[in-house]
């Protein structure tokens, strides 16, 4: 290494590390300049890029790059614009050849981590968090991702561990502290609850304070403080919805365009459409969709491949719109002209990258999948649809509870009582449209009838699905393959009835939802 090329490399990975990325590009630049070949320029002008935004920009240099020095920090940063431009076939081959000369710095050992956690593959992602937190054991954002996926995985015990060990060296982590607060059911005598009262207290920021009022509010509503659960809750989003400028308008525009463009969607051809007969397991978020999931990978013809994105992704592909949102009435009006079979073919090939046994049947648990019940049934003839339903004020309530992704703008209905019952409302008129428009092609499970007949809804729910009759479908909960969603704890337990009719215990705070659903001709007895 020239002298001169040795500083503007000192230079540049030094700006990088002080998050410096002007800094950074400048020296990069020269390092490309004096040399086109020089596979480090061209990685630290595609960090740079990247740190920008400019992901598409930085894509070649990061391929130059590798193209030059095939090194595992490379590859690993590769791997992670691909995921992020959701190339995730290519994502995972570049993972692949970086297992061959693993990085040997933690960063990059994080990064392959949380590329294989992207593509559902929870229990490769592990010994790269693993390696991470081994080369800095006091890195927070290593120790956090490693105890998400021991979560995952069912590893609660050594979860627990890296939480205590995160919090004790970062007691403001308000994402650990909201972690902790989900991996199992408190008790009076074992609880967080002083601890998270103190913490919450002292948060500056919106986000933190969203984190930890949820936290508190779920340990409250362990240990039996249920009306002061949901009052912590109800002031936490009250302060948080107010940040958002959120309007249902936005969430009905895309209820109705589905509905709109239907008849179109109808008479559009289906040429070649896949005979492939993939599970879609639909619903409102929170009203039983994992636990169907789960029963339905237990049997031993069926894989969980997770909440994919790929049916909403290969929409929005075959409508090439450019808006900057998946999902919104200019893409579903220019996707229902579109082939559908090429979208299955589409769905299929993305679906494939979070798939592990292609000898077996798959399903889908996205449940945002109601809107594009139409497109599922065209692209897929063989195609089981299952949708589940819960008592319109617990699936409220159940909304209200959990805390979605809160950098995701699809889950900001979630945060106020009658925003959620307005979605709901729209939610149930536009699956009496399916049903109409597609009559038998969809499933309704009751929540509450699985929990009452555990046997009998089970044995329906297999038949509709083409499936035989299997015993491990009753004991979903030993089912040991990974659980990414808020449901993990629960879904880990035998059928419960503790979640049934939960909302009668906060009728005052929900008679204003009560009184929508009235008025809007939903039926709560």
Known sequence: MTSLRAKLVSAARGALSRGDLAGTQRHATALVANDAKDAEGHFLLGIAEAGSGRIRLALPHLQQAVALDAQGEYRAQLARLLIMLRQDGEAAAMLQAAEATPPSDALSRDTMGCVYAR???????????????RLEPRNSEYLYNQAVTLNFLGRVDAADTALGTLIALEPGHARAHHLLASLRKQSPDTNHIDRLTSTHAQARDDRSKLLLGYALSKELEDVGRAQEALAQLCAVNKAYRQSLPYSFAQDAAAFDAMEAHWPQLAAAPASDAPQDSPIFVIGMPRTGTTLIDRILSSHPDVESAG??????????????????????????????????????????????????????????????????????????????????RRHPMDTVLSNFRNLFAISSRYYDYSYDLLDIAAYYARFDRLMRFWHQALPGRVLDVRYEDLVADQEGQTSRLLAHCGLDWDEACLNFHTNSAPVSTPSAAQVRRPLYKDAVARWKQHEDVLAPVARFFERAGIALD
Not at 312 to 335: G, N, Q, Y
Not at 366 to 387: D, E, W
Request: aromatic share 8%.
């Open 307 to 388: 909440e994919l994105q790929a049916m909403p992704l290969a929409v929005k592909k075959a409508s090439a719109t450019r808006s900057p949102v998946i999902l919104d009435p200019e893409t579903i009006a220019a996707a229902a002209i579109r082939d559908a079979g090429a979208i299955g073919h589409d769905y299929l090939r993305i679906a494939s990258h979070h798939r592990r046994d292609t000898s077996r049947r798959f399903t889908d648990k996205f449940p945002g999948n109601f809107h594009y019940v139409g497109f599922i049934a065209r692209a897929f003839p063989q195609a089981r649809i299952v949708c589940l």
């Open 119 to 133: 593509l559902g593959d929870h229990a490769a992602a592990l010994p790269h968090f693993i390696e991470a937190v």
